[in-house]
């Protein structure tokens, strides 16, 4: 470290005067009538910009007849960090091959911290989180609640589940060719 990075004033001094140049900046557009800071004044206002990979609002994915894609393994809720998913499973004898399926599955968004785990834990592609934000704001914490119906038909886009496993994986897991072990 050079003795003028070790005095550390002159750093001090350089970043106060980017801070007051901001600041001064935004109140004389304040002043004139114009927006200030580079913010924005949610809920009135919302972005219509969110990166593709934004991760907002959670959806449940659909198999091709559109009902879940989800088992009702409740992977995404034992592995959820803030507990807020809950999920109550019923079962149909008559689909052996999905006879789990969810009778319930909200989210209580007033508490969900949108770290993306359950997207992570989910073993089927039930669930994703979609660029759009969730529209939360609301004076009672109870309707914070997202339900199946409002994951399963959001758009009302339909997201149909990725074939298992999904494209990019492993050619002979997916089935493209065959071992030769
Ligand atoms: S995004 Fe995180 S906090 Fe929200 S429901 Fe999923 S695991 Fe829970
Ligand atoms: S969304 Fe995925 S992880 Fe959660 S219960 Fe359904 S299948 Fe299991």
């Known amino acids: ?3 003028w990075e070790k005095a550390y004033l002159p750093e001090i001094l350089r970043g106060l005067s980017i801070t007051t140049g901001i600041f001064l900046r935004n109140m004389a557009r ?16 919302q972005r219509p910009d969110y990166a593709p990979r934004n991760r907002g609002k959670h959806i449940l ?20 960090p803030a507990k807020v998913i ?3 499973a019923g079962f149909d004898a008559n689909d052996p091959a999905h006879p789990k399926f969810p009778v319930r599955f909200e989210i209580d968004y007033s508490r969900c911290v949108f770290c ?3 997207i992570e834990a989910c073993p089927e592609d039930a669930i994703r989180m979609v660029p759009a934000t969730p529209g939360l704001p609301s004076t009672d914490r109870f309707n914070m609640w997202l339900t199946m119906d409002e994951m399963l038909t959001w758009n ?13 994986g492993d050619p002979i897991l997916r089935g493209d060719v065959s071992s030769t072990h």
Not at 30 to 45: D, F, M, N, S
Not at 61 to 80: E, H, Y
């Open 116 to 118: 993306g785990l359950c």
């Open 156 to 168: 009302p886009h339909h997201d149909v589940a990725k074939p298992y496993p999904p494209k990019g």
């Open 30 to 45: 304040w002043i004139t009538g114009r927006k200030g800071a580079l913010t924005t004044y949610y809920p009135e206002e």
């Open 1 to 3: 470290m050079t003795l």
């Open 61 to 80: 994915t659909q198999r091709p007849d559109g009902s879940p894609q989800c088992i009702a393994c409740n992977m995404c809720a034992t592995v959820c």
């Open 86 to 88: 809950e999920i109550e």
